[in-house]
């Protein structure tokens, strides 16, 4: 990918677009993938940089939702397991099954949670992964090094998925263009464009540049995240808002306070999430909160209170406990959930996704989870469709492939620059503690449209999420290579340095 060629592209291209996609979540490229493969002319752009926002911000699993069974949300679960398998076929590169136990201190915690999850076994069908089945406490302390012992009477191990989420965004960025579309980022949308009150198309600005352009379609999707609302109020600034936001955050920690390669699962916390401790790139994933919230800003912040509480139901779990000294990085994202009448908490709003079209036109995609992003799109695509008049022309997704690591050295779940220090460290690291090279950040900025510090520290690597503090010292020789292959100058990479570092140091608590 090259966004200058990329650029172009989007302003020279046809007169209109079959799709414009507001939007380079997981959602909005996902949606970009399907219409490609449709064959429908298709253009995407993203305010900031792919999957700046939600989507490299989550727990890191593709999974059914085993919490949605005691909710009643059957449909979710069976849907949600039906996609985790086409996922584990069509990416494998990308994501892989991982093992979980669910650690038991009560008599009945083990018939209650083994029946509840032979159920999630049971609804994945032939897409169904190992088989779950009961541990004894010996087996659950091999498993689970760090568990807490004391009073541990056994655990279930069943499997689900895990995956890089800026990597496989990434893959979806690169998959749709493969298929021919044409995805920016760095390219906001200014206002929508309407004839005879129908929206037709967007003024957008390219970021870098400042300069404004006009993007003409068929039909215009609303696939925003966090942000739907603000781009339907474009539409009409009299719709209500749909979005209740929540913000999850999660911790990372050393590996040694999970010690093995299997995860840790609690069905329940106080706030009704369920707490994983999850084992990712060497290092150790907690998360995660679920804390309503009534703005949505681009870069949200992790709350004191809701790393008190993952280090504190931490510590119910896990023998050596973490401390705030151990976390290596805190990560804030937030969910796009759909409003619901009567519900209590964000907790108890379903991930169901939703489709509206308003009377200008406008399809907006919105809910659902990382998971289930490929149905999500196939729905948004097919109203679409009929929305613009198109041809009816059939979900092409399900057994499509996305595409690979665009760098051979790349192992399975990421790029070289998500690998961690350790035996297989790469030469030449900018830094000790990170894998990341010079070869990588250029890389990134040639065949990945990175355009800034934080898009190869946060997102083309994982270095900001893995180690906030070594990532925030390899800030400066990173601007340093963009800089000179970005033909910028000594104010931008300045710039770009300070910036950074504000970032980095909100994810340092």
């Known amino acids: 990918m090259n966004r200058s060629h990329a650029l172009a592209a989007l302003q020279e291209g046809p007169f209109r677009w079959d799709l414009l996609v507001i939007g380079g979540g997981a959602t909005g490229l996902g949606v970009a993938v399907d219409a490609a ?11 900031s940089d792919f999957a700046k926002g939600t989507s490299s911000r989550s727990t890191k699993l593709i999974h059914g939702g085993f919490r949605y069974l005691k909710q009643g949300n059957l449909a979710l679960v069976r849907e949600s397991l039906r996609e985790r398998g086409l996922l584990l076929r069509n990416a494998p590169h990308l994501v892989h099954p991982l093992d979980f136990v669910v650690p038991c201190y009560h008599w009945w915690e083990a018939p209650y949670y083994g029946i509840g999850l032979k159920l999630y076994d049971w609804f994945a069908g032939e897409l169904g992964l190992v088989p ?20 541990l ?14 990597r496989l965004a990434l893959a979806l960025a690169q998959t749709a263009t493969n298929l021919g579309a044409t995805v920016v980022n760095y390219v906001r949308l200014v206002a929508l464009l309407k004839q005879d009150g129908r929206a037709c198309g967007a003024r957008v600005c390219d970021v870098e540049s400042g300069r404004e352009f006009d993007l003409h379609a068929r039909v215009v999707i609303n696939a925003a995240g966090p942000f739907t609302d603000a781009v339907r109020r474009m539409d009409d600034a009299t719709a209500p808002p749909i979005i209740a936001a929540s913000q999850g955050v999660h911790i990372v920690l050393p590996r040694e306070f999970l010690g093995g390669h299997t995860a840790l699962m609690v069905p329940r916390t106080e706030d009704g999430r369920v707490l994983f401790v999850i084992p990712w790139q060497d290092r150790v994933l907690v998360g995660t909160t679920d804390t309503p919230v009534a703005e949505t800003p681009l870069e949200p912040r992790a709350l004191a209170t809701e790393i008190t509480f993952l280090l504190e139901h931490a510590a119910q779990y896990l023998a050596k406990a973490p401390t705030k000294s151990d976390i290596l990085s805190v990560t804030a994202g937030l969910r796009p959930l759909v409003k619901l009448p009567g519900a209590n908490s964000t907790a108890a709003l379903p991930r169901d996704h939703v489709v509206l079209v308003s009377p200008g ?18 729905d948004a695509v097919d109203r679409a469709m009929v929305i613009a008049g198109l041809p009816e022309k059939p979900c092409a997704t399900e057994a499509l492939r996305l595409a690979g690591p665009s760098q051979p050295s790349g192992e399975a779940g990421g790029s070289p620059l998500s690998v961690p220090s350790g035996s297989s460290a790469a030469p030449h690291r900018l830094h000790p503690g990170l894998s990341v090279t010079a070869d990588d950040v250029l890389h990134a900025a040639r065949h990945e449209m990175a355009r800034t510090v934080e898009d190869v520290l946060a997102r083309r690597s994982r270095c900001l999420l893995l180690d906030a503090r070594a990532a925030r010292a390899a800030a400066p020789a990173v601007a340093a290579l963009l800089s000179q292959e970005l033909g910028r100058d000594p104010v931008w990479e300045a710039e770009q340095i300070t910036r950074f570092n504000e970032l980095a140091n909100n994810h340092i608590p």
């Open 153 to 166: 009477r056994g655990g279930i191990r069943y499997q689900d998925g895990q995956f890089d989420d800026a």
């Open 132 to 151: 779950s089945g009961y541990l004894s406490r010996t087996d659950a302390v091999a498993a689970l090094p760090n568990v807490n012992p004391a009073g």
């Open 361 to 378: 036109g406008l399809v907006t995609i919105t809910g659902g989870k990382w998971t289930t992003y490929r149905k999500m799109a196939a």
């Open 37 to 47: 493969a449709r064959g429908l002319k298709t253009a995407l752009v993203e305010q």
